[in-house]
């Protein structure tokens, strides 16, 4: 089956390109959602967003939260988000940059945050994303852990799991495991 409104597009950007226009780049679905997202972004003052491919590129970002409270006071953590085209229908994909002593971030910098899984909705937005990542240092979960040892600590002895943290996030050892300085 021809698929008429494809070619009409081809013949619409031949016809561009041969008046010597620069093609048009038709936005994806995911791509106006998301420019939505930014443009009611209302960001935690402890958060920050950055474009490290320009703004050109929406699709990929950081942001860096530098939390005010709890555990990880004082420590300075960044995130990869990657926005997939169908996005809202599939949830961004996260990634921590900063190696971090975290019951739900592992040491390769995978992320466990149930709206970013199972509880993805397409109504959840890039705003809920950030907020739950900043939820993540407020109140770690030894429930649902990625970091299964940092998990325990924090389950049994959270002294240790406060003082592990501190160690980590001054650059140390916790175990055997070495965390560059984040704070």
């Not at 597009?9 to 093609?23: D, H, I, M, T, Y």
């Not at 490290?52 to 939260?65: A, C, Q, R, Y």
């Not at 959270?158 to 965390?179: E, I, L």
Request: charged share 25%; aromatic share 10%; proline share 7%.
């Amino acid at each position: 089956m021809i698929k008429l409104f494809k070619v009409k597009e081809q013949q619409r950007e031949v016809a561009e390109n041969a008046k010597g226009k620069a093609p048009v780049k038709k936005q994806s679905a995911g791509e106006l959602r998301l420019q939505k997202d930014m443009s009611e972004l209302n960001l935690p003052k402890t958060c920050n967003i950055s474009f490290p491919n320009g703004k050109d590129d929406l699709m990929n970002f950081e942001i860096t939260i530098q939390p005010d409270e709890g555990y990880y006071t004082g420590g300075m953590f960044t995130f990869t988000i990657q926005v997939p085209l169908i996005y809202p229908h599939e949830a961004p994909k996260v990634k921590c940059k900063t190696k971090v002593y975290h019951p739900n971030i592992d040491l390769e910098g995978n992320v466990c945050l149930n709206i970013l899984r199972e509880d993805w909705k397409p109504v959840l937005n890039i705003n809920t994303i950030i907020y739950g990542l900043y939820h993540l240092f407020s109140q770690p979960d030894y429930e649902d852990p990625l970091n299964q040892e940092a998990a325990a600590v924090l389950r049994d002895n959270p002294d240790m799991f406060k003082s592990n943290v501190r160690r980590a996030m001054a650059g140390g050892y916790v175990g055997q495991t070495f965390f560059p300085r984040c704070a």
